[in-house]
């Protein structure tokens, strides 16, 4: 094997595109995927490769200071791309401890585990952190976010990403580890959790149950299809400038409202209703707590300089996603656990 990468959150929605991309596209590497398996994290997103010779899982939680030095000092690893995290911000504002815990500790342990076990001989090696727009906080109507934009992180998830971005810049500079980072903008596609709005939604009119809309759905995001976000990882771990951030996003603004009545009418044609039919189900709950108003991400520079670039419009990224989960109905059906009634339970219905 030429190199031997660790993947942390492989087995989650964007890692586990990730890990299927590097180990389609190199052979000749080892990729370990190490994922705790939180609610959030399920090997049935990775059955296609999981018997692959150049791929290995390994579970484990980055929290873990012992099993993380463990596992660096088993398997030599030549770099890092690091997306496991606590990453839904509702639950963030109900249970903030995970988000530290995670996404703050478990990010130190990695770095501290890649300093000591590559001996300051950084020569070839890359420690990759994948990191949030979120962080950037909340923008009005105009502008976008550049990789200059201070950051002003505004919930619980954001500002634990944020300081784990902040950890990662400070060992570059104190211990000169090789890192580079990406702040990306809301992905959609296949294998989200379906706690995420557009899995949410698409469930939800499949059951002719409400479509939760906080607020008065004005929010603006800006969304990336999911495997353009895993192409420009691709790039970037290969490609980037150490000490470098690039900021990834799909220069694709929708307030929330119109990209449910945009899904709804893919839904009615999908699932042969009348026009209007699934629209109706739209229902405004309690916004959000500190709800971000507008994300939108200028993504010129990764474009620049690493030649990258989104590949879909986000009517085909939408149509091929409501085809993902409607053809996937047992990987679906799998996830709605108990566990799954209960969160549902809490976060829309008792509140
Ligand atoms: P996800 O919640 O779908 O997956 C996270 C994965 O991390 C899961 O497989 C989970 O089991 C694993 N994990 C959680 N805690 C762990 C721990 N303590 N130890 C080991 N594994 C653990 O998240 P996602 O949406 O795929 O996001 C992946 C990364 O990309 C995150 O760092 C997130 O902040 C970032 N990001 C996400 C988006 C987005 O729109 N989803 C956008 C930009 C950046
Ligand atoms: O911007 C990148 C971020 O995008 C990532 O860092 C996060 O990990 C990821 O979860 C996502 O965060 P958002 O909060 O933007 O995503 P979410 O799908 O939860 O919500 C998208 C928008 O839809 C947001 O404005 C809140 C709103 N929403 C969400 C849900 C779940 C609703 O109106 N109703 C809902 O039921």
């Given at each position: 094997?030429?190199k031997?990468?660790?993947?942390t ?8 595109h990730?890990?299927?991309?590097f180990?389609?596209k190199?052979?000749d590497?080892?990729?370990?995927n190490?994922d705790?398996l ?26 873990d ?9 088993k398997y030599?690893?030549?770099?890092v791309?690091?997306?496991?995290a606590e990453?839904?911000?509702d639950?963030?504002?109900?249970d903030?401890?995970a ?7 478990g ?28 962080v ?6 105009d502008?976008?976010f ?5 950051y ?25 580890l090789p ?8 992905n ?7 706690e995420?709005l ?7 009119i ?6 939760p809309?906080?607020?008065?759905g ?11 976000h895993?192409n420009?990882i691709d790039?970037?771990?290969?490609k980037?400038?150490n ?11 929708w307030q929330?409202?119109q990209l449910?009545?945009k899904l ?6 999908k699932?042969?209703?009348e026009n209007?039919?699934?629209a109706k ?15 939108a991400?200028?993504?010129?520079k990764i474009?620049?300089e ?20 409607l ?5 679906l ?11 549902y ?7």
């Amino acid at each position: 094997m030429s190199k031997t990468v660790l993947i942390t959150g492989g087995a989650g929605f964007i890692g586990s595109h990730v890990v299927r991309l590097f180990v389609n596209k190199y052979a000749d590497y080892k990729i370990v995927n190490l994922d705790a398996l939180t609610y959030a994290g399920n090997l049935e997103n990775l059955t296609d490769v999981a018997n692959y010779s150049n791929y290995e899982f390994v579970k484990g939680d980055i929290t873990d200071i012992s099993f993380i030095n463990s596992i660096f000092e088993k398997y030599n690893f030549d770099g890092v791309i690091h997306l496991a995290a606590e990453s839904h911000v509702d639950r963030s504002i109900s249970d903030p401890g995970a988000f530290i815990n995670t996404n703050i500790l478990g990010t130190v342990n990695l770095l501290n585990a890649a300093r000591n076990y590559w001996k300051g001989n950084f020569k070839g090696k890359r420690f990759y952190h994948i990191s949030t727009d979120e962080v950037y906080g909340s923008l009005g109507d105009d502008g976008m976010f550049t990789e200059d934009t201070s950051y002003d992180p505004r919930s619980p998830y954001s500002a634990s990403k944020a300081s784990s971005d902040h950890l990662v810049r400070a060992y570059m500079h104190t211990y000169k580890l090789p890192v580079v980072l990406t702040n990306c903008s809301n992905n959609y596609g296949g294998n989200q959790f379906p706690e995420k709005l557009i899995p949410l939604a698409i469930n939800n009119i499949k059951n002719n149950k409400s479509i939760p809309i906080y607020g008065k759905g004005k929010n603006i995001r800006d969304w990336l299809f999911v495997n353009d976000h895993a192409n420009a990882i691709d790039l970037v771990y290969h490609k980037g400038k150490n000490g470098e951030t690039y900021n990834i996003g799909g220069n694709n603004e929708w307030q929330n409202i119109q990209l449910i009545y945009k899904l709804c009418e893919i839904m009615d044609l999908k699932l042969g209703r009348e026009n209007g039919e699934s629209a109706k189900l739209i229902t405004f709950v309690k916004d959000r707590a500190g709800h971000d108003m507008r994300y939108a991400i200028d993504s010129s520079k990764i474009q620049k300089e690493l030649g990258w670039k989104p590949s879909l419009e986000f009517e085909e990224g939408l149509e091929k996603t409501v085809d993902w989960y409607l053809d996937n109905e047992t990987w679906l059906n799998n996830i709605l656990s108990g566990k799954y009634e209960q969160y549902y339970e809490e976060q829309y219905v008792k509140r």
